[in-house]
Nanobody, 121 residues
Framework: VQLQASGGGLVQAGGSLRLSCAAS????????MGWFRQAPGREREFVAAISWSGGSTYYADSMKGRFTISRDKTKNTVYLQMNSLKPEDTAVYYC???????????????WGQGTLVTVSS
């Protein structure tokens, strides 16, 4: 099972990035997919999550209105569109998958390797 996150990079404040997370090695039918981030010296925190159907999405308060999570089931891929980026959004972003989980928790079954997002001021 592999989750491959990509799309990170360096962007100026106010800019946008789209992260992708491609899942492989098994079918993720019925899985919740989530994005988390971890800044240097800080704990990993919830960013956003999406149900298998895509009908339910969840966001951390500080990301609401700026970030959008979506998924393409045909490609086994989940996306995180990040707009109006701020320097405090700088972190390594991780994707995760779980069959049954509280979407905002850290109790996911599978984790990707992370992709670094750096927002300059």
């Amino acid at each position: 099972v592999q989750l491959q996150a990509s799309g990170g990079g360096l962007v100026q404040a106010g800019g946008s990035l789209r992260l992708s997370c491609a899942a492989s090695g098994r079918t993720f039918t019925g899985y919740v997919m989530g994005w988390f981030r971890q800044a240097p010296g800080r704990e990993r925190e919830f960013v956003a999550a999406i149900s298998w159907s895509g009908g339910s999405t969840y966001y951390a308060d500080s990301m609401k209105g700026r970030f959008t999570i979506s998924r393409d089931k045909t490609k086994n891929t989940v996306y995180l569109q990040m707009n109006s980026l701020k320097p405090e959004d700088t972190a390594v972003y991780y994707c995760a998958a779980a069959r049954s989980v509280v979407p905002t928790s850290l109790n996911y079954d599978y984790w990707g390797q992370g992709t670094l997002v750096t927002v300059s001021s």
